[in-house]
């Protein structure tokens, strides 16, 4: 019928109902959830959620706050992860996507990414393409594959910050700490503007002016999180001398 709003993902069946079962009382549980601006997270349509990354238990945390707000998670997640038995099949069941940290099977998660875009799907990047390297947890430098898919299907980057979940699981750490219970504050942000590297070439230069915009959106969130400044200057694993994937000492 003319006007009838679009079904929530959540109204059709799935394996994450299966998923939601199990993980969303046990967050409940272990955290108490704020969303701030949860509205301004579109229920329909395609777009690319991006958030900040610095705990191992961040994907639980953002997959928990998109089913809260009525969206399946879908993430672009490092292919390793798929070589554990049985979390491989639960995240290749529910459309996960592997990515390869170097090569060329990177861009093979790009197109797949696309391939939910096409059909109107939310997909999770992280610009940061791992745990951020900031000694104080703040978003560090970005990389390009989250504008990379909005720009090139013409569709939104939604940022979205939150803090609290290295209290669940500190950066690296294999130990989940569920008691006490911990706070969890997620704020959602307006759309990223793009529109000046829209039908421009998506060249090196222009995909990393834009995904600078991206990390200065989540880490003005993050900032209104935490309640204080982040440093001027976005830490930058190259000039550290830090390898930009892998485990660290901090």
């Not at 301004?40 to 961040?58: C, F």
Request: proline fraction near 8%; aromatic fraction near 8%; charged fraction near 25%.
């Amino acid at each position: 019928m003319p006007g009838r709003r679009p079904r929530s993902e959540k109204s059709q069946p799935s394996i994450f109902w299966v998923f939601a079962a199990l993980a969303v009382p046990l967050m409940n549980l272990a955290a108490r959830f704020e969303i701030r601006d949860g509205d301004k997270m579109p229920r329909h349509g395609a777009y690319v959620l991006a958030p900040n990354h610095y705990s191992e238990i961040d994907p639980v945390v953002v997959g928990v706050v998109a089913w809260k707000l009525g969206r399946y998670p879908r993430f672009l997640a490092k292919a390793s992860v798929f070589k554990v038995p049985v979390l491989g099949w639960a995240l290749r069941t529910s459309g996960q996507i592997p990515v390869e940290r170097s090569g060329n099977n990177s861009h093979s998660a790009i197109r797949a990414a696309e391939e939910l875009v096409e059909k109107g799907r939310m997909v999770v990047v992280y610009p940061e393409g791992s745990l951020t390297r900031d000694p104080d947890l703040w978003p560090m430098r970005g990389k390009t594959g989250a504008v990379r898919i909005a720009l090139e299907r013409g569709i939104p980057v939604i940022p979205v910050a939150h803090w609290g979940s290295q209290q669940l699981m500190a950066r690296y750490s294999k130990k989940i700490s569920i008691f006490p219970r911990k706070h969890i504050m997620v704020k959602v942000g307006d759309p990223v503007d793009l529109d000046a590297f829209r039908g421009k070439p998506l060249d090196t230069a222009n995909l990393t002016a834009a995904t600078a915009l991206v990390m200065d959106a989540i880490t003005l969130l993050l900032e209104d999180l935490r309640g204080e400044k982040a440093p001027a200057q976005r830490w930058n694993p190259a000039a550290h001398d830090q390898k930009e994937t892998g485990r660290f000492d901090s």
